[in-house]
């Protein structure tokens, strides 16, 4: 079987986006990375003017029903899936484009709070993840996107995301990052006087010898 034949296979039965690294690893190392980039190429123009098409997605290849065929596919579900709501696709954007970042910074950007119950809806999704703690006061958890998302919203990589500029004004950016300086500023300087208090003896309590 040539090698158009054996990838297009393997493509099609994987459940997620096969790297060029992955599909070399299952062919076997005697096959080159250019010529399965080669083959990609040409099953690529095959599928041009098909039903299904091989798109480059999350780093990897994969098999997906042309975008012009989206009204008929979704004709197969008798049940359409629940729509995000704008204060989620809000939050999820601000994590996209912003991260990694945390929760007082997202709220910081939005205007208004963010519920827990919301966080926890997009980690149930899969598409943010929990990347660490940043090292300030309270160590807050940093969220950022994961390979998922890139899968489900059909990107290669957040390269391919619109342009900021084009979604949200420069101007509210810096405004809602001042914001977040000065708050954070205003909570290390909170910090520090408390440490101080708990570090200066009392006058009713001797100091230690």
């Given at each position: 079987?040539?090698?158009?034949?054996?990838?297009?296979?393997?493509?099609?039965?994987?459940?997620?986006?096969?790297?060029?690294?992955?599909?070399?690893?299952?062919?076997?190392?005697?096959?080159?990375?250019?010529?399965?980039?080669?083959?990609?190429?040409?099953?690529?123009?095959?599928?041009?003017?098909?039903?299904?098409?091989?798109?480059?997605?999350?780093?990897?290849?994969?098999?997906?029903?042309?975008?012009?065929?989206?009204?008929?596919?979704?004709?197969?579900?008798?049940?359409?899936?629940?729509?995000?709501?704008?204060?989620?696709?809000?939050?999820?954007?601000?994590?996209?484009?912003?991260?990694?970042?945390?929760?007082?910074?997202?709220?910081?950007?939005?205007?208004?709070?963010?519920?827990?119950?919301?966080?926890?809806?997009?980690?149930?999704?899969?598409?943010?993840?929990?990347?660490?703690?940043?090292?300030?006061?309270?160590?807050?958890?940093?969220?950022?996107?994961?390979?998922?998302?890139?899968?489900?919203?059909?990107?290669?990589?957040?390269?391919?995301?619109?342009?900021?500029?084009?979604?949200?004004d420069q101007e509210d950016i810096?405004?809602?990052?001042?914001?977040?300086?000065?708050?954070?500023?205003?909570?290390?300087?909170?910090?520090?006087?408390?440490t101080a208090e708990a570090a200066?003896?009392?006058?009713?309590?001797?100091?230690?010898?």
């Amino acid at each position: 079987m040539n090698l158009d034949a054996r990838i297009e296979a393997l493509i099609f039965a994987s459940d997620e986006p096969l790297s060029i690294a992955r599909l070399r690893a299952l062919l076997g190392e005697d096959v080159r990375s250019a010529d399965i980039r080669e083959a990609l190429a040409r099953l690529q123009a095959a599928y041009a003017e098909r039903g299904i098409r091989l798109v480059e997605v999350a780093g990897g290849w994969q098999f997906r029903s042309a975008p012009e065929c989206a009204d008929i596919v979704h004709q197969l579900w008798q049940t359409r899936p629940p729509k995000l709501s704008r204060s989620m696709l809000e939050t999820l954007a601000i994590i996209a484009y912003r991260q990694p970042v945390t929760r007082a910074e997202i709220e910081a950007l939005r205007g208004v709070r963010v519920s827990s119950s919301m966080m926890s809806a997009l980690q149930e999704r899969g598409w943010v993840k929990v990347l660490g703690r940043k090292e300030v006061p309270g160590r807050p958890h940093l969220y950022g996107t994961s390979k998922a998302f890139l899968v489900d919203f059909g990107l290669n990589s957040l390269a391919d995301l619109p342009e900021i500029t084009e979604l949200v004004d420069q101007e509210d950016i810096a405004a809602a990052e001042a914001g977040i300086e000065a708050e954070l500023e205003e909570t290390e300087a909170t910090h520090a006087e408390t440490t101080a208090e708990a570090a200066t003896p009392s006058e009713d309590q001797p100091a230690s010898a």
